[in-house]
């Protein structure tokens, strides 16, 4: 599957911004798919993940109330609305996609977790 996220901008502190990940090749529906972030200088890291119904989502602690992970499989879409922005969400993000594996509920905030990757979309929130 191929992964291409957009969305990332320039934006204020307070502000919104909603990141898509369009998929295309193998079948979005059958994947489990996570957002991760890496600023400048430091690890890449777990954002958000939602299992490939839907049925269950996951957030880091930091985005929580902030955050909300959605997909739509009709459109091969998966999206990250961010509300609430502060200067720390600087990063760029990226979508990934994971094969469903039977212990993914245990693994979903390890980026090793993911087999496909989009190319990354720059979030600047300046203070």
Known sequence: VQLQ??????VQAGDSLRLS???SGRAFSLFHMGWFR????KEREFVAAISWS???TYLEDSVKGRF???????????YLQMN???PEDT???????????PNYSS????????????????????S
């Open 38 to 41: 890496q600023a400048p200088g």
């Open 91 to 101: 990063a760029v993000y990226y979508c990934a996609a994971n094969l469903p594996s």
């Open 68 to 78: 909300t992970i959605t997909r739509d499989n009709a459109k091969n879409t998966l």
């Open 5 to 10: 996220a957009s969305g990332g901008g320039l």
């Open 21 to 23: 990940c369009a998929a």
């Open 54 to 56: 839907a049925s269950s």
């Open 84 to 86: 609430s922005l502060k």
């Open 107 to 126: 693994r979903y905030y390890n980026p090793n977790a993911y087999n496909y990757w989009g190319q990354g979309t720059l979030v600047t929130v300046s």
